[in-house]
């Protein structure tokens, strides 16, 4: 086995290597949202026994004080998730790299790698917590070295020919770029998600304040049963709920809702739930009036998207359907024509 030969299998093993460790890093990140998302389910159901339990002895003073203590232990508990979620030890090497991608994400280095809009991205795309960016961090990071080492094994480690730094070169910067662009995708996708799901988030809030629903009961229903409903702005919702659990304010727990998703619909509805949760007062006649708007404004876009397809589809017809309908049509009598021109031509001679 020649240097060569020996160097592109160090490489090979090393990046083998880089993948377990990216794997395994990922899979713990995982492990502990499920057990954080499952933990706040608990918890969520805990609080709502307590408040019922509250409700049904609201006649005895001393029932009331008991029931106002066990709300009060439901809200520490919850007001801290992750203590709970994440008090097993990890693993030391886990926890070293946390730590070191907590330092460099504080370092300059880390702010231009992980930049304002990244950081806007990965909460566009639900990942809101400091792992996630030290997770990308170490991405972008990774894609930067292995990919150029990749392409320059696929070369033979031949720095001399003439396209060897442009393909270096171009495999560092898609390196660099890839995890971003995925990101990208995804918070495009959530994105078109959200205005989807908004016009049945104004509805099913209007419902069930008609109900009698106070305004953190039909946040928390949402949450809970209509997550297929509103995949997107109900784990946005319980994210809120969370942070509203752990201490903050309704508009500093909402407030990140308005401000990532640049829509301004959503703007105004969190608005107004702000508004109710600061002042009260009756909201089913201004929701349904919203909700009347935001179909309205979906139907024309609706139909700005049909209008857009006929003017698509005509180039397409133009392209396919036109050929074959002009040799329909036409090719009998071209055909006759030239029948016809060479029996003259014939009879000529």
């Given amino acids: ?119 806007r991205l990965l909460e566009q795309c639900g990942f809101v917590d400091a792992r996630a960016r030290r997770l990308f961090l170490f991405a972008r990071l990774g894609g930067a070295l292995l990919l150029p080492l990749a392409a320059l094994a696929l070369m033979g480690f031949d720095l001399h020919g003439p396209r060897a730094p442009a393909i270096v070169v171009i495999a560092l910067l898609a390196g660099f770029m890839l995890p971003k662009i995925a990101v990208q995708r995804r918070a495009t996708a959530r994105r078109a998600a959200v205005v989807d799901e908004l016009p049945m988030l104004v509805d099913l809030l209007r419902l069930l304040q008609g109900v009698g629903l106070s305004l953190d009961q039909s946040l928390q229903v949402m949450v809970n049963d209509f997550r297929d409903v509103l995949p997107v702005l109900s784990g946005e919702l319980a994210i809120a709920q969370r942070q509203a659990a752990a201490g903050r304010t309704r508009e500093q727990s909402l407030q990140r809702l308005a401000s990532s998703y640049a829509n301004e619909d959503l703007r105004a509805v969190v608005r107004l739930l702000i508004q109710v949760d600061r002042h009260g007062g009756a909201v089913q006649e201004p929701l349904s009036q919203f909700g009347d708007r935001l179909r309205e404004a979906r139907r024309s876009m609706l139909r700005e998207r049909i209008g857009r397809l006929t003017v698509k589809m005509t180039g397409v017809m133009v392209v396919t359907l036109l050929p074959a309908l002009l040799i329909v049509t036409a090719g009998p009598g071209v055909l006759a024509v030239v029948h016809s021109l060479a029996a003259s031509a014939a009879v000529h001679r």
């Fill in 1 to 119: 086995m020649d240097a060569f030969s020996l160097a592109a299998f160090a490489l090979a093993c090393a990046a083998l290597a880089s993948l377990l460790a990216g794997a395994m890093l990922w899979k713990r990140h995982m492990a502990g949202r499920r057990s954080a998302r499952m933990l706040a389910d608990v918890l969520d159901q805990r609080a709502s026994q307590a408040a019922a339990m509250r409700t049904a002895s609201s006649a005895n003073a001393g029932s009331n004080a008991n029931s106002t203590a066990t709300g009060t232990a439901d809200r520490t508990t919850r007001g801290n998730p992750d203590n709970s979620a994440q008090g097993a030890s990890p693993h030391p090497l886990l926890e070293r790299a946390s730590r070191a991608g907590m330092r460099w994400l504080d370092s300059p280095l880390g702010r231009h790698v992980v930049a304002d809009e990244d950081r």
